[in-house]
């Protein structure tokens, strides 16, 4: 059975799945992550209409709000409790959605990003609608794991519709060509956040995660779409020696990195970079870069970066640990360094 024939099946009892506790946790999420007025929002694979009337509360029914399923006839009930405002139904596949480039400042995905047959063109397509600077929230009132036991325990067309692990699903929305990546997986919720560049740094970002993996660099640093810096070497030293040297030329550069700690993390913050893309990143990173508003994403996020033998921190991020300064992180580094 495929998709769409399914979902016609399961609408007529769809909206008795959502028990109080739940509606009451994607209210949470929605109030949480939903205020500007006059957004177009898409709610992509917006069923029975469960997240309609939470958006227009979260926006005072000021904002264009376009509903879209592949069934239909989630799509009919939708219709019949008869909300008010500017609402677009709209039944189309997620790979195929009929709307223009940039329309949407937000695109809502609650309780459907499993069920993409093929996530990863669905992402590019859902960025394609995504306006610069927009966001694309993937949300859920229960856990991972939850969510694919669930599907798992229903079987059959919906049997293997999972969500991915963070590692992949950072990988998914980087890969998409978005940024500024966030994921939760709490007990009781599920979030995953990205946004779509506003275009000034795009190719800047592109040109250094393309070079670093096709020479197999440690770093390249990129500016203008010109390297302004790379390094076969891994590591700190390297990236503080090129700090040092550039000073004030690296404000608003781009920097891939196979490997950011916090201390390379706080080194960008530090120079005034303004994007980075990491193969791998600790999580002390990520929040440090996310907290000074630089765009990030990382194909895989891990607690912490280790030391060569893998069984303790590797000494920069031991040293950084309790740091949050960019210039007490610099000034540490240096002595550390015996500069």
Not at 44 to 58: E, F, P, R, W, Y
Not at 113 to 133: C, I, M, S, T, Y
Not at 161 to 188: K, N
């Amino acid at each position: 059975m495929n998709q769409r024939r399914y979902f016609n099946e399961v609408a007529p009892r769809w909206d008795s799945l959502l028990d109080e506790e739940s509606l009451a946790k994607l209210g949470q999420i929605v109030n949480s992550l939903v205020s500007k007025p006059n957004d177009t929002i898409l709610d992509m694979g917006s069923g029975t209409g469960a997240l309609l009337s939470l958006l227009q509360d979260a926006t005072g029914k000021g904002s264009r709000i376009i509903p879209l399923d592949i069934s239909e006839n989630m799509l009919q009930i939708a219709r019949g409790k008869d909300f008010e405002g500017d609402i677009n139904f709209i039944q189309a596949d997620t790979c195929a959605i009929p709307l223009f480039d940039e329309t949407c400042d937000l695109v809502m995905c609650y309780s459907v990003f499993p069920h993409f047959g093929d996530k990863p063109r669905a992402l590019v397509e859902l960025k394609r609608v995504l306006r610069p600077n927009g966001r694309l929230v993937i949300c859920h009132t229960k856990s991972r794991e939850e969510i694919n036991e669930i599907h798992r325990h229903i079987g059959g067309t919906v049997a293997h519709d999972v969500l991915p692990d963070e590692t992949e699903m950072r990988a998914l929305l980087a890969d998409a060509g978005l940024d500024r990546i966030e994921v939760s997986d709490e007990p009781d919720r599920y979030l995953a956040i990205a946004r779509k560049s506003d275009g000034a740094l795009m190719p800047d970002l592109e040109i250094a995660r393309q070079i670093l993996t096709q020479d197999a660099l440690g770093f390249v640093i990129v500016k203008s779409e010109k390297v302004l810096a790379s390094s076969r070497e891994q590591g700190v030293r390297p990236f503080f020696d090129v700090i040092v040297n550039l000073e004030e030329a690296l404000s608003r550069a781009a920097v891939a990195d196979r490997v950011v700690g916090k201390a390379i993390a706080l080194l960008s913050i530090y120079a005034g970079i303004d994007a980075v893309y990491a193969h791998l990143a600790s999580k002390p990173a990520m929040k440090s870069l996310e907290e000074a508003s630089i765009r990030v994403s990382a194909k895989q996020v891990v607690p912490h970066i280790l030391n060569r033998e893998g069984i303790d921190l590797c000494p920069f991020e031991k040293l950084m640990y309790n740091v949050s300064d960019p210039d007490e992180a610099f000034s540490s580094i240096k002595t550390f360094l015996g500069e």
